[in-house]
């Protein structure tokens, strides 16, 4: 079943990616902010001048391979006297008339694009042949009205729709532009005096307007975490744009140093309330931008404070960074509970140098079989929206990535206790056998869709039981109609619905009773349902427990009491290749892509309980195609009987 995108806006205020919830301020350990003074940053961070962290062009860039070297120059040598095409107002308008967000983006996304691609070219062969476009590119930008997207101006006082030129607001794509233009003048800004010295001028004078004044001046960016709403992503992936334009920007000591203690307290309101465990309860597809921009700031405030900034022994930090790999199923397939698609490659050099920095071989390893998977080595190395952050120290690391031992992490267990989420594996190191992860916790988590009590199976690698991950993001996706979308419901996750009734949104629908275990015959997962359930769906108790028997298969054991049954029960089960009968109840599932020596998988269920239907849910949707294709399928068990309390399992196995 899919759900048409109908809606007429008429003011829309600011909702960001996350669902978010009320929040002090974090009082915890203040692992930043306090152990370095306002005082101290300005003594112990070098100067603009004083800090070199790269080549400038036409600088040795020697340690870069040549061949990547020799692509980008291409790519630049491609644009040369290239248009810069308008984002017009209209499109600008499409946010609030019709949803759409990916109009303006595309537009946006491709100037910066334009523009890190010059600018790098310039960089490695340093002739000045890309100096007037890149000079286009940078006037052009700073000409724009916003440098952010139309689905985050609402934080603006005049509220959703065009923005206001009188109140620039930060969000991640102004904080992203920062950075762009801070790392073009830094890189090119000695070949472009010779021919303006207003250029540069004109930059600083933009991001100081856009970005260092408001950042410092304001406290009311919800993603600062200053006020009561949950931070998430935002807050360090803006904090590390937000540091490179004060670190190279910025001129005036005490006013940086001012603003990179605020962006430390900044940072510490991301990390006191983060969990313990390192888990990322926005799904492993915003890592890159959760513990993997973190990680970002750290990097830049290590190189500005020659060392003096070192915050890598914290076991926090630690298990931010090995989150990822506790999530990679095989190949290019991830956990993908939240807003995370089934398939992803996150990036290779910020696990390698996140590993390197936190001396962790498995992310290392990792981070240098990702570099392998995507095939690096020969070709330019993009950056999305113009993200030379990212982009440099990759370039410059290329070498010790391509060389590296590779290997996929492939863990047999994990378990993150405050993040309730485990999974695992037949056996460790490989791919064949079963895999299977699941999770509690509750239904105001950051990207959040309404699945305590969810799972997921693998077998030799390729998706039985699925998540199906979330759709391109309209405006709908972070407004109060988030759950009117199939994606965030209950009835289309790996779980039942009771009386006709799915699972409801907020912190205090929730799993409770959640245990795990785990040894070398199986692994399980066991909790308690009911409370994830609104009062009308009539549930007093609802216990699931899902275990990884390693030699055989999974077991899902679930047992219910109801106060009445008003219609029968349905249990829900998402598989990507389509369910086929093989006898009373049973289904047979192919696995498109496996090994050859795979062998099919059948789906055990009680043909005297429950009756077998399956819909199918064909995929337009762009960002769900290129994880599942163009169907995937939707197994519904009915219960034949009106029992208010029972007990049955459900069995995956080959």
Not at 53 to 75: F, L, M, T
Not at 302 to 324: C, E, K, N, T, V
Request: one cysteine or more; proline letters at 6%.
């Amino acid at each position: 079943m899919i759900y048409p995108f109908k809606m007429k806006i008429l003011a829309i205020l600011i909702l960001t990616a996350a669902c978010v919830a009320p929040q002090p301020e974090a009082t915890g350990e203040r692992r930043l902010s306090e152990a370095h003074t306002e005082a101290e940053l300005e003594s112990i961070i070098l100067s603009a001048a004083d800090w070199t962290p790269y080549p400038k062009a036409g600088g040795d860039w020697s340690r870069v391979p040549e061949d990547i070297r020799q692509a980008h120059i291409a790519e630049a040598e491609a644009l040369l006297g290239c248009e810069w095409e308008t984002p017009k107002a209209s499109m600008f308008l499409d946010y609030v008339r019709n949803g759409n967000r990916t109009r303006f983006q595309a537009v946006s996304n491709r100037r910066r694009n334009k523009l890190a691609s010059l600018v790098l070219g310039e960089c490695f062969e340093g002739q000045g042949r890309f100096l007037d476009d890149i000079l286009n590119g940078v006037w052009t930008i700073c000409e724009e009205t916003y440098w952010g997207v139309p689905a985050h101006v609402g934080a603006q006082k005049r509220g959703a729709g065009l923005p206001d030129v009188t109140e620039p607001t930060v969000d991640l794509f102004a904080a992203e532009t920062g950075m762009l233009m801070a790392w073009t003048d830094y890189l090119v800004g000695d070949g472009l005096d010779p021919i303006s010295s207003l250029i540069r001028e004109r930059i600083s004078f933009e991001v100081k307007r856009r970005i260092l004044d408001v950042c410092l001046e304001r406290d009311d960016f919800w993603w600062m975490g200053f006020s009561r709403r949950t931070v998430n992503n935002w807050n360090p992936w803006i904090c590390s744009n937000w540091l490179t334009a004060a670190l190279i920007l910025e001129k005036e000591n005490s006013r940086r140093a001012a603003s990179i203690h605020k962006i430390l307290r900044c940072l510490d309101n991301f990390l006191d309330p983060y969990p313990a465990d390192g888990g990322c309860d926005e799904g492993p597809a915003y890592w890159g931008r959760a513990g993997g921009s973190l990680f970002d700031c750290l990097e830049l405030l290590h190189s500005a404070s020659q060392g003096r900034i070192d915050i890598y022994d914290d076991p926090l930090i630690r298990d931010m960074g090995r989150f990822i790999c506790a999530a990679h199923i095989d190949g290019d397939y991830f956990i993908n509970f939240a807003d995370a698609p089934a398939r992803m490659t996150p990036d290779p050099s910020l696990v390698y140098r996140y590993g390197k920095r936190i001396s962790d071989p498995g992310m290392i390893r990792f981070g240098a079989w990702l570099a392998d998977y995507r095939g690096w080595g020969k070709d330019s190395i993009q950056g999305r929206f113009g993200s030379l952050g990212r982009t440099l120290p990759t370039l410059l690391w290329m070498n010790d990535l391509l060389e590296s031992e590779a290997e996929a992490p492939l863990r047999r267990d994990f378990w993150l206790p405050e993040l309730q989420v485990m999974g695992a594996r037949s056996e460790e190191g490989t791919a064949a056998g079963f895999y299977v992860a699941a999770k509690g916790g509750h239904n105001d988590e950051s990207h959040n869709h309404n699945d305590v009590g969810n799972f997921i199976i693998y077998a030799d690698g390729r998706p039985v039981l699925i998540d199906a991950g979330v759709e391109t993001y309209t405006a709908k996706t972070f407004s109060g109609r988030r759950y009117e979308i199939w994606t965030m419901q209950s009835a289309f996750h790996n779980l039942p619905t009771v009386n006709g009734v799915m699972q409801r949104e907020g912190r205090n629908f929730n799993a409770k009773r959640v245990e795990y275990a785990s040894d070398d015959r199986e692994a399980s997962l066991s909790l308690e349902l009911a409370g994830a359930y609104p009062p009308e769906a009539k549930l007093r108790s609802w216990t699931r427990s899902i275990t990884l028997v390693r030699k055989e298969g999974v077991e899902i054991r679930d047992r219910y009491e109801l106060e009445e049954c008003k219609k029968p029960l349905v249990v829900t089960m998402m598989t990507h290749s389509r369910p086929e009968p093989a006898g009373p109840g049973l289904l047979r599932l192919a696995l498109p892509g496996a090994p050859p020596e795979s062998r099919p998988v059948l789906i055990n269920f009680d043909a005297k309980r429950f009756s077998a239907s399956v819909e199918v849910i064909p995929i337009q949707d762009s960002r769900l195609k290129s994880s599942w294709g163009d169907e995937i399928h939707r197994i519904l068990l009915t219960s034949l009987h009106k029992k208010t309390e029972d007990t049955f399992n459900v069995k995956v196995h080959h």
